[in-house]
C-alpha cells in the first residue's frame, strides 16, 4: 500500500483517472481507543459498517475485541482476519445453516433474535449430537424502539413490540445460559436522548417479564460529523447511557454492551474523485450511487468536499453531482460546497466515507474499480481530538457515581 501526506499529494503523484480511496488507520485506531476507553461496557464494531480486513486488523489492535456480524460470509470473514475475536451473530434473521456453521464452526455463542420461531430455530440448530441442547448461549432479545432522533431509521424491520416482549423474554430465558435486551435507535443519532428513551422501554420489558438480564446491548447509533450534522460529543451520550443503564432493575453483575458502526469507521476513508464535465452547477464525477456515495444519491446524506487545486475562487457554491454510469439514479443532489470556479479536470476529495460507503462499491456499469492507498493528514472532522473535557468535571449527577 502506498503512504501519502494527504489527497494532494495523491493527485500530484497519480494524477487519478479512477476513484481513489485514502485509508486512515490512525483516525480508526483514535476511534476504536476512544470506545475502549470510555464507553462504560464494551463495546463491538458492527462489521457491516465496513468490513474491510484492514479496518478489523487496526480496530483489533487498539482494543475492540469483540464484533458484531451479520452474515455467515460476515462471521467467516472476521474469523479468517482475526482468530481470537469473538463473534456475536446479531441479525434477528437468520437461516439454521447460518447458525449450525457460526456456532459449530466458528465459535459464535451469541445470537440475537425478535421473535419465538427464530428462538426455536437457534435451539434446533446448535443442539448436540446427543440431541441435548446447547448450555452456552447467549441470547439477546432486540426490542423495538424508536428512530425518531436518528437520520437514518432502524424501526421499521426489527425488534419486538414491547407489548409482545414478555412472553418471548420468558422463553429464551429458558433455554439461555445469558439473557439480553438489545435494541437500535436508528444510525446518525443526534442526541443521548434516543438511548435514555429506548433505555426506558428496556425498563418496562424488564419489569413486565420479570426475568434476570444479563446483557444489555445499546445497539449502534452513535453519531458522526458531517456537514450540517454537529452532534453532541459522544462522552455526552456515554454519560446519559450510564447513567440510565446503571438505574435499571438488573443485577450487579450484568453486562452493558454497544454496537458502534458507523462511529468507529467514518474517519476511516476519504476519496479522491476526478471531475470529468461540468453543467451549471452539476458536476459529473467518476463515483457515485453504485460506488462509494450510495447514501448521498439514496437518502441524501451530504458528505464533506474539498477542492484539490492550489488557487480557486474564495466563493463558494452549491454544486450537485453525477456519478459515471448511465441511469439518472446516478445523481446525488447534495448540496456540496465547492468553489464557485470548479471544472472539468479538477480532483475532489470526499471525506468521512468509512461507514456505508468505501464498503459499498459495486462493479455496475464497468466502474468501482480504482485504487486504495493510505493517508497520514486528519479526517475532514473527528469527534475523537480529545479537545472535550470529561463531562464529569462539570456533571455532578455523573461525578456522584
Ligand atoms: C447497523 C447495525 C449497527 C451499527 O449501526 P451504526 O449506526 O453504524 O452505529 C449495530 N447493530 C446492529 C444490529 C446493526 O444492524
Not at 494532494?8 to 486512515?24: F, G, Q
Not at 467467516?76 to 441479525?91: G, I, K, N, S
Not at 450537485?320 to 448540496?335: A, I, N, R
Request: charged share 25%.
Amino acid at each position: 500500500m502506498h503512504h501519502f501526506p494527504d489527497a494532494s499529494a495523491v493527485v500530484r503523484a497519480l494524477s487519478p483517472d479512477e476513484p481513489v480511496i485514502l485509508n486512515r488507520p490512525h483516525a480508526a485506531a483514535r476511534a476504536a481507543r476512544f470506545f475502549v476507553e470510555k464507553f462504560p461496557g464494551k463495546s463491538l464494531y458492527a462489521v457491516k459498517a465496513n468490513p474491510s480486513p484492514a479496518l478489523l486488523r487496526v480496530l483489533w489492535d487498539a482494543g475492540i475485541t469483540h464484533f458484531d456480524v451479520a452474515s455467515i460470509a460476515e462471521v467467516r470473514l472476521v474469523r479468517a482476519t482475526l482468530p481470537a475475536a469473538v463473534l456475536c451473530f446479531m441479525h434477528p434473521v437468520k437461516t439454521a445453516s447460518a447458525i449450525t456453521e457460526a456456532y459449530k464452526v466458528h465459535g459464535v455463542r451469541t445470537f440475537s433474535l425478535d421473535t419465538h420461531e427464530e428462538l426455536e430455530k437457534i435451539v434446533a440448530a446448535t443442539r448436540n449430537e446427543d440431541g441435548t441442547g446447547a448450555e452456552d448461549l447467549s441470547l439477546c432479545v432486540r426490542l423495538r424502539v424508536s428512530s425518531d432522533h436518528s437520520k437514518l431509521s432502524l424501526a421499521a424491520k426489527f425488534g419486538v413490540d414491547l407489548v409482545d416482549a414478555a412472553p418471548l423474554l420468558q422463553a429464551t430465558r429458558q433455554v439461555a445460559d445469558a439473557l439480553g435486551i438489545c435494541f437500535h435507535v436508528g444510525s446518525q443519532a443526534m442526541t443521548p436522548f434516543a438511548y435514555v428513551q429506548a433505555l426506558e422501554r428496556v425498563r418496562a420489558a424488564i419489569v413486565d417479564a420479570a426475568v434476570t438480564v444479563d446483557i444489555i446491548d445499546v445497539g449502534g447509533g452513535f453519531p458522526s460529523i458531517y456537514p450540517g450534522m454537529e452532534p453532541p460529543p459522544l462522552e455526552d451520550f456515554f454519560a446519559a447511557i450510564h447513567r440510565a443503564s446503571e438505574s435499571l432493575p438488573i443485577s450487579y453483575s450484568s453486562e452493558l454492551w454497544c454496537e458502534p458502526g458507523r462511529a468507529l469507521c467514518a474517519e476511516y476513508n476519504s476519496m479522491v474523485v476526478k471531475v470529468e464535465k461540468r453543467r451549471g452547477d452539476e458536476l459529473y464525477i467518476n463515483d457515485g450511487a453504485y460506488g462509494a456515495l450510495f447514501d448521498a444519491a439514496h437518502v441524501g446524506w451530504v458528505f464533506p468536499v474539498k477542492l484539490l487545486r492550489d488557487e480557486a475562487d474564495t466563493d463558494e457554491a452549491e454544486f450537485s453531482f453525477f456519478g459515471p454510469t448511465c441511469d439518472d439514479m446516478d445523481y446525488m443532489e447534495g448540496p456540496f460546497m465547492l468553489p464557485a470556479d470548479t471544472r472539468a479536470g479538477d480532483f475532489i476529495e470526499i471525506g468521512m466515507l468509512g461507514a456505508y460507503g468505501a464498503a459499498m462499491r459495486t462493479a455496475f456499469n464497468g466502474f468501482g474499480q480504482g485504487v486504495t492507498v493510505e493517508a497520514a493528514d486528519e479526517p475532514m472532522a473527528s469527534q475523537y481530538y480529545g479537545d472535550r473535557r470529561d463531562p464529569r468535571v462539570t456533571d455532578n449527577v455523573v461525578s456522584l457515581r
